[in-house]
């Protein structure tokens, strides 16, 4: 029963790498994740929660995490990179566009129907038999389970954090227009105001920088084509100095999220035209339009999205919940005992709306 779940340890989780195409043409890379039941991957089948992550933030950064969470629970997962970021292809490199990302959900969530109702996984271009690999591991075995044998294509759940929350939240209000059958969702210390989290960047200098850059970048892309090279800036920085992120409490948490194995190829930037469009983006303003299950985590000491913004917007969705960790701060639930709490009550909450 949902009140006697408790969190079990975390693990590495099992993963088979796969190519999701995208709508322009590139490949997102991503990872099936399957339900850990008692060691075995066999049963009836279950329902898949899509995940994704933040600004900038690629799939290894903490998602196995929750991935882990998810999988003992008895859920699927799969979690991909955004076009243009971490081993997805797709060019410009480090461009970020907000309705291009919407656009990848998009194509996961629809990979993910197609493959529970047919046979065979549909893994890449043209569903190429070299589009799915299998990532090391003595539990994986030599090939990708028959994922038709596996996922409820009828059972969907959403989970994105940060940035990854404010897309989770304008998917959630489109799904009846979309077609698209997602049960519930969650949305963690969401992205909902562009000009409320603009604020939260310290000092004038940085705030100059990013706009004589992103100004720079506009410019250079218009002269220069679309495909060319961004100009770029921070994601993350410390105390002040000039990045999309910088406050005191980012640079540290933002760059520990990287396994230590990847960390040296990691790039801390993105297109600086993006520091233009960020203020106008307001996803929170979809949340009045949300009809399914919705739980919001909101952390009281957030630093990139401010608290009270989120708890407004969460206000107004129909069927929404709100997840409130009043100590916390943004980076907080990512880790340690902040993390243990998010997922008991994550898992809960999926135990509520999926079957």
């Not at 903490?62 to 997962?77: D, G, K, Q, V």
Request: hydrophobic share 40%; proline share 7%; aromatic share 10%.
């Amino acid at each position: 029963m949902t009140s006697t779940y408790r969190s079990p340890p975390l693990h590495d989780p099992l993963r088979y790498n796969i190519w999701i195409p995208a709508s322009d043409g590139s490949r997102l890379a991503a990872w099936f994740c399957p339900a850990q039941v008692s060691g075995s991957l066999s049963g009836r089948k279950r329902p898949v929660v899509v995940c994704a992550g933040g600004l900038g933030v690629i799939k290894e950064m903490r998602l196995p995490a929750y991935i882990s969470a998810f999988s003992s629970a008895a859920y699927h997962c799969v979690a991909f990179d955004y076009r243009c970021f971490g081993e997805s292809t797709g060019r410009p490199r480090q461009l970020l566009d907000f309705e291009s990302q919407q656009a990848d959900w998009k194509s996961v969530i629809e990979w993910v129907v197609v493959n529970g109702q047919s046979e065979g996984a549909r893994g890449g271009p043209e569903g190429s038999k070299d589009s799915v690999t299998v990532a090391p591991s003595a539990l994986a075995g030599d090939s990708l389970p028959n994922l038709s044998d596996l996922i409820d294509p009828t059972q969907i759940a959403l989970f994105g954090t940060s940035f990854g929350g404010g897309h989770v939240i304008k998917l959630s209000s489109q799904l009846p227009a979309l077609g698209l059958p997602v049960k519930c969702s969650i949305s963690q210390c969401p992205f909902t105001d562009g000009y409320a989290s603009s604020k939260t960047v310290k000092s004038i200098y940085a705030k100059l920088y990013l706009g004589i850059w992103g100004a720079t970048d506009k410019v250079s892309a218009v002269v220069r084509g679309k495909d060319a090279p961004p100009i770029t800036i921070p994601l993350a920085a410390k105390d002040g100095q000039p990045a999309l992120m910088n406050a005191p409490d980012v640079y540290a948490n933002y760059i520990s999220q990287l396994p230590a194995s990847i960390k040296d190829n990691f790039v801390n930037a993105v297109s600086a035209r993006t520091a233009l469009s960020i203020p106008f983006l307001v996803p929170g303003s979809y949340a009045a339009s949300v009809q399914i299950p919705i739980l919001y985590a909101i952390c009281g000491q957030d630093s990139v999205a401010p608290a009270q913004t989120t708890k407004k917007y969460a206000q107004k969705s129909a069927r929404g919940e709100i997840a409130w960790f009043e100590e916390e701060g943004h980076f907080d639930l990512y880790q340690g005992q902040g993390l243990e709490r998010a997922t008991r009550r994550y898992v809960q909450f999926l135990q509520a709306h999926l079957k």
